[in-house]
């Protein structure tokens, strides 16, 4: 607990500045435990080091996801406004889909080349082919770029093609705007997490 | 400093729903446009966020675009622009066919597009998605940027920070610009330069939107000399959450109110709600709601994170329990299962949250201010179009139709010109300006400051806004702008995607746009809408003009413009004076 009597867990950040760091560094800090991981870096930002960087827009109200502040969270892609702080401790890695400009700020721009740190998605989507009825509506609708249509028998249908990508129940973009619901997405059981 | 300037002939400031759809119109014309975004196109703006069934159009008669404009104006208490909602309204439809060819979702039956009913419309007039339970938000995200990716003549410009416009005799002809990635300062030449960056709602810390909605389009406006409008009309959504943190600022439990009919609470167990309105209860409008749980937290009733709490506990259990069986996939009923919180035993922390803003660039109906070159589109094009009060649903059909027109207009006229000169030591005086808390070692940051304005604007401009607590709040204001604004320090040096450094910059937008707003409430002695005065308690026939403000030096210069009725006439037996 901290002076005001808020309860304090710690935040892990993988911390990269490319004008100074040669290669990525762990950092830790202290901060509340109440409120989602998205909150607990901007605590960093303005008490601890206003030097980290990260990326948001929504900030997450209501049904919409924007999809800026995904990253790595205790290896689970997701959108960090949308999970909380775990008490044990939480560490924070930029998502591995794209390049990093500084921290935790990814280009969406740019996707990562070469070999990619591995993930453990919270989450396994399938795709009833006989359903889809390829409208491209996952492929454009995905923030991270995890589908993509292929050809099977003549027709186009969509397939997951970078499962380690997705960021789960915390997205779910694709499961709720897919038309014909031929999207399906399970839980997957996460070492480390609840 | 200047490292690079760019030339178009169109620059889009902001790549919300306006700005993609002026973008899309002017590109079609065949004219270069630039489009750039302080973060990333698609994933920022109001698209990604907006709520519910937020789409108005008059489609099928008995409803008419007369009925449409009437709704619009009885809604904003008579004060609307009426020659702009009823220019803009009409090409609502228009628009609908457009988002439908371009592949968003409507709901449709029986060839016809449905249509639902919500508060304030004379007949169902707001389009639905397909699947009822889902919000048109994620539809605008799949189809508005792909109307400006991979287009010849679309440059999109992502984390490219506009912090002011560049004039030259009196007419706007482009703007400098930080690029975030490098913190290179760019500035950018156009013929045309349209706006559309939306509202300030980051002033108030609780608000639905995003926070990057700095008021960064009404600031560098105003500092340009454009005449601002409507800057003291706030809409606040009655019920979003507060606790637990992890739903903060969700909007979802208004919708559970809605389905669910719970109760209020104050912190002493009270069902303040029957004090307030004995007839309506815990059931009164969105406006009344807010205000009473405003006054029971300023009283020091309040639930202990500033709101009042709703409980759903006097529901027979099997009701209940069907209810969360078919709401078992919304996020929001997971994240409050997940932070251990049973709506069949405990109550949700609720509060107003800010939402919306009226306050914007004064334009004419071809989306115009009143500077040569610059144009003002979506919510930081104002021109008063909302009046008093906006109608639920109609911000997009305005954004779409106004992103159309502006679109249109300058591609037009920027066939014809040539790229004007910009004065370059004005540029470089902006650059100076902008870096100066960089270069300071010690001051005030600008997380601090920001945190002061928002605390300054929740005590005096939420409800029950009185003459008192504004002057207070003003004379802190020009305290905070004459001492502190410049012992504004950034500690982070860093070249990189500097957010402290982002953050200072808005401050300044902040400051103008808190500064402009708290003005105008102080000067409009009567309750109208969203304006409530607690020491002008009535609507007066008199204040039926808008209020403009104009930069003079270091000062505000405030006018008036009255309002004229085209088309609906105020109900003549109450003098104008529908509250």
Redesign the interface.
């Known amino acids: 607990m901290n002076k005001s009597g808020e309860h304090m867990t710690e935040l892990r950040v993988l911390r990269y500045d490319p004008e100074v760091d040669k290669k990525p560094v762990y950092r830790s800090y202290m901060v509340p435990l109440a409120g989602s991981v998205l909150g607990g870096l901007k605590y960093v930002l303005e008490h601890h080091d206003s030097s980290l960087s990260f990326r948001y827009g929504c900030w997450g109200p209501g049904y919409e996801r924007c999809g800026a502040c995904a990253m790595l969270i205790n290896g689970t892609p997701g959108f960090s406004c949308k999970v909380a702080m775990q008490p044990n401790g939480t560490t924070v890695e930029p998502h591995p889909k794209f390049e990093v400009i500084k921290d935790l700020t990814i280009d969406f721009d740019r996707e990562q080349t070469g070999k990619r740190k591995q993930t453990k998605p919270s989450s396994r989507i399938s795709i009833d082919s006989e359903k889809c009825v390829g409208c491209r509506d996952c492929v454009l609708l995905c923030p991270m770029n995890v589908m993509q249509m292929e050809k099977i028998e003549r027709k186009g249908k969509a397939k997951v093609a970078d499962p380690g990508s997705c960021c789960g129940f915390t997205c779910k973009l694709c499961v709720a705007y897919c038309p014909p619901g031929a999207i399906h997405m399970e839980a997957l059981k996460v070492r480390g997490q609840k | 400093m200047i490292s690079e300037t760019l030339e178009t002939d169109v620059l889009v400031i902001g790549g919300g729903i306006a700005g993609i759809r002026a973008a899309a119109e002017a590109a079609n014309s065949g004219v270069t446009v630039m489009l750039t975004n302080k973060?990333?196109v698609g994933?920022?703006g109001a698209a990604?966020?907006?709520?519910g069934m937020g789409y108005q159009a008059a489609l099928y008669p008995p409803d008419s675009l007369e009925v449409h404009v009437e709704d619009t104006v009885k809604g904003g208490k008579y004060l609307n622009n009426q020659k702009l909602v009823h220019d803009f309204l009409k090409l609502a439809p228009d628009s609908v066919n457009d988002l439908a060819k371009w592949?968003m979702?409507f709901g449709r039956k029986d060839g016809k597009f449905v249509q639902v009913q919500l508060p304030g419309e004379t007949y169902p007039r707001s389009m639905c998605h397909?699947f009822s339970s889902?919000?048109l938000?994620?539809?605008y995200?799949?189809?508005l940027p792909?109307q400006v990716m991979n287009k010849k003549n679309i440059r999109v410009m992502?984390d490219l920070f506009i912090i002011d416009l560049l004039t030259c005799d009196d007419r706007v002809v482009g703007a400098l610009g930080v690029d975030l990635?490098n913190s290179l300062f760019r500035v950018v030449k156009a013929k045309y330069t349209i706006l559309a960056t939306g509202g300030y709602m980051a002033l108030f810390d609780f608000s639905?939107?995003?926070?990057?909605l700095t008021g960064d389009g009404q600031g560098m406006a105003f500092r340009a000399g454009v005449r601002m409008v409507g800057m003291e009309f706030i809409q606040f959504f009655p019920a979003?959450a507060i606790w637990?943190?992890?739903v903060?600022?969700?909007?979802?439990p208004y919708t559970l109110l809605w389905r669910l009919r719970g109760i209020f609470y104050n912190s002493i167990g009270e069902r303040f709600m029957e004090r307030y309105y004995p007839v309506e209860k815990d059931f009164a409008t969105r406006e009344a709601m807010s205000r009473a749980i405003y006054r029971e937290v300023k009283e020091g009733r309040g639930s202990p994170h500033g709101g009042a709490y709703v409980s759903f506990r006097h529901l027979p259990r099997n009701l209940i329990n069907t209810f969360l069986e078919e709401m078992k996939d919304n996020?929001f009923m997971?994240?409050l299962q997940?932070?251990g919180v049973d709506i069949r035993e405990d109550a949700i922390e609720i509060g107003p949250a800010a939402h919306y803003v009226h306050g914007g660039c004064w334009i004419n109906e071809r989306c115009e201010t009143n500077l040569k070159g610059l144009y003002a589109i979506g919510e930081v094009g104002a021109g008063g179009k909302d009046g008093a009060d906006r109608l639920a649903g109609n911000a997009l059909p305005f954004c779409m139709a106004m992103g159309y027109i502006a679109g249109k207009e300058v591609a037009r006229e920027a066939a014809n010109d040539a790229v004007p000169e910009i004065d370059m030591q004005q540029a470089e005086e902006l650059c100076q300006e902008a870096q100066k808390p960089l270069n300071r070692k010690n001051g005030i940051?600008a997380?601090d400051m920001k945190k002061k304005l928002q605390r300054l604007m929740s005590d005096a401009m939420i409800f029950d806004r009185n003459k008192k607590d504004l002057e207070q709040a003003l004379s802190e204001l020009t305290r905070m702008r004459n001492e502190e604004y410049g012992n504004l320090a950034?500690?982070?040096k860093?070249?990189?995607?500097?957010?402290?450094w982002m953050e200072a910059l808005e401050a300044r937008n902040m400051l103008d746009a808190a500064e402009m707003s708290m003005r105008a409430a102080l000067m409009r002695e009567e309750s109208r809408g969203l304006h409530q005065r607690s020491d002008f308690p009535e609507p007066k026939s008199e204040w039926l003009k808008h209020i403009l403000i104009t930069k003079n030096g270091d000062h505000m210069d405030f006018t008036t413009e009255p309002v004229s009725f085209p088309y609906v006439k105020p109900n003549q037996e109450k003098g104008g004076t529908t509250k």
């Open positions: 973060g990333h994933r920022d990604v966020w907006m709520a592949g979702r397909t889902q919000s938000g994620g539809e995200r799949k189809v792909r992502n990635r639905t939107a995003n926070p990057t979003a637990p943190r992890i903060y600022r969700d909007h979802f996020p997971k994240a997940e932070a940051t997380f950034v500690s982070n860093s070249k990189t995607f500097n957010l402290e």
